[in-house]
């Protein structure tokens, strides 16, 4: 019943009994002139424009002597000069308990049709993240129900990692299946430019009930406007936040940056800021490791956010400003490969291109020995992988290369395997790999 209360107070505190009033000068260049506002609005602040075929949310995006330019939510139809605007000032999100197993917009609206019980606390949707000096190292290593993880690319408590794929290469089946198989007492979802009907089908069919059960879900689909597609990524940060705080360990999984960061340049054009990093502007660097710099272990008292953030890369360009902004900020990248795909294994992981910034210290000493040997034998057979397919391979040339042909067959399906024994039993069966591998050698050459 307090809680109830609190949530009433924070409804009855959030509504306004007046709000500052302006007038629409002119629509230019798909920004919508305001005046009136100029001493009373600040750059981000919501604005709500009455218009004959009904209202028209935007955003203050640049103010001057001559009033505000506001981007609006979609395309002006409709807006004429005198139009009121109201100033509804920042956007503010409340989340809550209540969202697990629901799928909010970034506004904090419902988008399953049932009603949303707002939380008792705004949380700003641009945050700072705690301060460096008083956040706790990472955590220990979690179990993913995923033998390559487990092993060779380890993810631990508060790690933050991205996932580079191309598009159809397994990306959401991956991050589903993290969603339902990683421990977590929450799991938060962001999809960003998402085509409505495949949020649906993610919800039900991908993810599924036991996967909804412990997940609050954020969408904003490509048809929204670019404010409303960028505010879908600060906004699961705003809720992964709210159940840190309350000193729980969340799963976000971020899918896509790619498309963030699409919006973020639309939202800097509409601005006048040129573009510098291959046509994206140089306010993407900030935008995207501030986001990223929210996530990670939190301060005493709190729980952690362990993320995965993925990027589609067209082309497996890992050059791209998008993915060489997200190397830089993040403690580990996993790959996805197209021709590891095409060929029937999934997860495609490409291991030799991919990196646990984890280790070593996410892994025992024999741990890391087994890591050690099995990236050994995959670089061996990787760099004499066309040799050994074109036929030219003659075995008793190079030992090493020899055992890791031996090994690669069994390498290759373990890295595909889905694993429930626990972290443990994944090792023991690479060890047993690379034993077996050994074991030909030396009866190979006594």
Excluded at 57 to 64: A, F, K, M, P, R
Excluded at 229 to 247: K, N, Q
Aim: charged fraction near 25%; hydrophobic fraction near 45%.
């Amino acid at each position: 019943m307090v809680l109830d209360l609190d949530i009433l107070k924070a409804h009855l505190g959030s509504a306004r009994i007046a709000r500052p009033l302006g007038r629409v000068a002119a629509v230019r260049d798909g920004l919508i002139l305001v005046s009136g506002l100029e001493r009373r609005a600040a750059v981000g602040d919501r604005l709500l424009l009455r218009r004959g075929c009904g209202p028209l949310g935007g955003e203050v995006l640049q103010i001057d002597d001559l009033g505000i330019r506001m981007l609006p939510d979609a395309a002006p139809d409709g807006v004429a000069v005198a139009d009121a605007v109201l100033l509804e000032g920042r956007a503010t999100f409340c989340p809550s308990d209540a969202w697990i197993g629901r799928i909010v917009d970034p506004c904090g609206r419902a988008l399953d049709g049932r009603p949303l019980a707002r939380g008792g606390q705004a949380r700003e949707m641009v945050a700072p993240p705690p301060p460096a000096a008083l956040r706790r190292g990472m955590g220990e290593r979690l179990p993913t129900g995923l033998a390559v993880l487990d092993t060779m690319l380890p993810i631990v408590r508060g790690q933050r990692v991205g996932l580079f794929a191309g598009s159809g290469v397994g990306k959401s089946s991956l991050l589903a299946h993290l969603a339902r198989q990683m421990e977590a007492d929450v799991v938060v979802l962001a999809l960003i430019g998402e085509r409505g009907r495949e949020v649906n089908d993610f919800v039900h069919k991908v993810l599924g009930r036991d996967g909804m059960a412990r997940t609050v879900v954020v969408a904003a689909t490509s048809d929204q406007s670019a404010l409303t597609r960028r505010r879908c990524g600060w906004a699961a940060m705003a809720v992964a936040e709210h159940f840190r705080d309350s000193g729980r360990n969340v799963l976000l999984l971020v899918d896509s940056v790619t498309r963030f960061a699409e919006a973020h340049r639309e939202v800097a054009v509409a601005a006048g800021e040129g573009a510098a990093l291959r046509g994206f502007p140089p306010s993407l660097t900030p935008q995207i490791t501030g986001l990223c710099e929210r996530a990670g272990p939190g301060a005493d008292g709190q729980g952690d956010i362990t993320a995965i953030f993925s990027v589609l890369v067209a082309g497996s360009d890992m050059d791209e400003p998008v993915a060489d902004i997200l190397r830089g900020v993040l403690d580990g990248h996993v790959v996805l490969d197209r021709d590891i795909a095409e060929r029937g294994r999934y997860p495609a992981i490409d291991v030799g291109r991919s990196v646990s910034r984890s280790l070593p210290d996410a892994a025992s000493e024999e741990e890391n020995r087994i890591i050690a040997e099995a990236r050994r034998l995959l670089g061996a057979y990787e760099q004499s992988e066309v040799m050994i397919r074109a036929g030219l391979y003659q075995a008793g040339a190079d030992p090493v290369l020899d055992q890791a042909v031996r090994a690669w067959p069994d390498l290759d399906a373990f890295f595909a395997r889905t694993d429930t024994d626990g972290i443990a039993a994944s090792f023991q069966r690479l060890q047993l790999i690379l034993r077996r591998s050994a074991a030909g050698q030396e009866a190979r050459h006594p």
